[in-house]
């Protein structure tokens, strides 16, 4: 592009161009075409008459040449040239000369015919300037004999200019006339070419530019194309996002109902499972209760018998009239109604304990005292066990704080509770049993306190204590170290929320593996 | 067989003596309800009571009054030692003349059944008790 521009005489585009050439050389490294590219800007910056920036390149180009080993040289005689040319241009005439018979030898010795031509005309050219007509032929006419071996027409026209004005400056008419001839001839012919050239080139710009034109709406084109492209991928992602949403919601809906619907089950299972384990623990209790009920009534029922032997006796001494005997009996039958009384309110109790454990739980807290529930329930726990294991038996010690007033529990929930940290306890005693025997003595501690603004209630045993490891998990559900099918595992679980959740108090614990396990449940009064 | 043996060796002590009791019951109230029954044997001197809360207040009376009581009757179920303990306790430790034990029991199951026979239970009765058919058994009718 450079050269073409070079040829029509745009000088500047040229010159761009070229520079534009050496950062390409640069950026791909190409050391043949940087330093080619150097010494046309060299050129093109003499063109433009810009001596002093045509030196300074056409130097480093040259010094980029001798630099280099091998293949470069060939640039050697051009650059030489463009420097002679320069130097000539600045009226540095000896440096010219110099640097036009160094492009010459080279030239010469590399055999490029078109360089050593035209460099020849230049250095008779510039003899004919500092007025030496002798070597000014001399050079012309080697100048002409090189270019009519290689057939470089603008060369001979330039030696024949050159050789018509030396013999013009020495007054040689015929000679003058002679080349001058030559050279208008020639010049015609060439300047028709060059024309014809020009014109061609011209059309191939004016092609260019619409190839350009084309070329550019094509790329407007198949930009407005690639943008309406974007658009509709856009569009189609945003669609396929927008579906994938639309089917992860549906997604997520139906799953939301699956889990509504397993979230309801198993609140009702949950539901069903504590009813289940409170009917587990009442049937435990089952033969403990029918126990504990048939005792008072056995009393109520011998008293009563007794009674009413009493009675006829009674009628029998009346009818003697012996007050002392009366008297006697009488206080004999006030004593055994007072028992009759306390065995059937003994059995009343039994029953609503048992009623009130069976029942679901209202909710409602109501004023209760600790201490009577508590032993209500040890009681239950107690002959619940003995019931089940005819081998069972232990030693259970109570410690009643009596200061303390009723307080607000749900008494079903609490009882429940303390039932099952009894059972527990009587459970871990008699395993003990099982295994130590002999002096073993199994002992289960109750005892209630008042602290400061809370009741604490505390169920120590003698038995296996809990192991360290298992510690943590005791609360969890359905966690149990009975065999299976003895225990549901829900017992402390529901006992902790219940305390926790249900009273706002604590369910903690303390134990030592082997020897004890305590238990200590404090309320908020 | 057990019934025979009972009312012949009942017989020849309540022609010769008057019979003593022990009762062992945690049930404090069955004190009061043996006086009631027995109230007439007791007035009339053919029989005499003594009572214990638990296994351990019966040795200790065994051991202070040797050979006083010729009739044991026990509770099975009670805190502490259990009347089964108290009947292998005694056997083991009154052999000549071995004591009369009978075990009374709410549970009148076969396991606690065998055991007292096996240790050495002169006879078997539940709760309730029937009185008339006790008497019957002691010989004691008033």
Known sequence: MGNLYGATGNNYKKLSEYLVAIEFADSVRNDELKISAIMNVGNAYLKLNKLDSALLFEQKAISMISNRAGGYERYDGFALQVLGRIYQAKGDFELSRDAYQKSIRICQEQNTLPGLARTLNLLGGLYQIIKKPDSSLHYAREALETARTAGLSVEIKNAYKLLADTYSDQKNKDSTLAYLKLYTVLNDSLNKVEKENLLAYQNIGFDEQLRVKKLEEEKIQTQTKIRTNAMLAGLVVFLIIGLILYRNYRHKQQANNVLESALSNLKSTQTQLIQSEKMASLGELTAGIAHEIQNPLNFVNNFSEINTELLDELKGEAAKGNPDEINSIVSALKDNNQKIAFHGKRAESIVKGMLQHSRSSTGKKELTDINTLTDEFLRLSYHGLRAKDKSFNATMETNFDYNINKIQIIPQDVGRVLLNLFNNAFYSVNEKKKIVNGLYEPKVFVSTEKLDGKVQIRVKDNGNGIPQKILDKIYHPFFTTKPTGEGTGLGLSLSYDIITKGHGGELKVETKEGEYALFKIILPV | ?142
């Not at chain 2, 109230?29 to 809360?53: C, H, N, P, S, W």
């Not at chain 2, 396991?111 to 004691?140: H, S």
Request: charged share 25%; net charge negative.
């Open chain 2, 1 to 142: 067989m057990l019934c025979l043996r009972l009312f012949s060796l009942y017989s020849i002590k309540t022609k010769t003596q008057l019979m003593k009791i022990l009762v062992v019951d945690d049930e404090k109230d069955m004190q009061a309800l043996f006086e009631q029954r027995f109230r007439k044997e007791i007035r009339d001197g053919k029989t005499q009571f003594v009572f214990a809360t638990s296994g351990e207040e019966a040795l200790n009376y065994l051991h202070q009054h040797n050979h006083e009581a010729v009739l044991i009757l026990s509770d099975i179920n009670m805190p502490g030692m259990t009347g089964l303990q108290l009947l292998e306790k005694i056997k083991l430790e009154h052999k000549a003349p071995p004591p009369v034990v009978m075990m009374i029991t709410a549970y009148g199951d076969e396991e606690n059944y065998n055991r007292a026979m096996q240790l050495g239970a002169d006879d078997f009765l539940t709760k309730p008790l029937d009185f008339i058919l006790l008497k019957d058994k002691l010989n004691i009718t008033a």
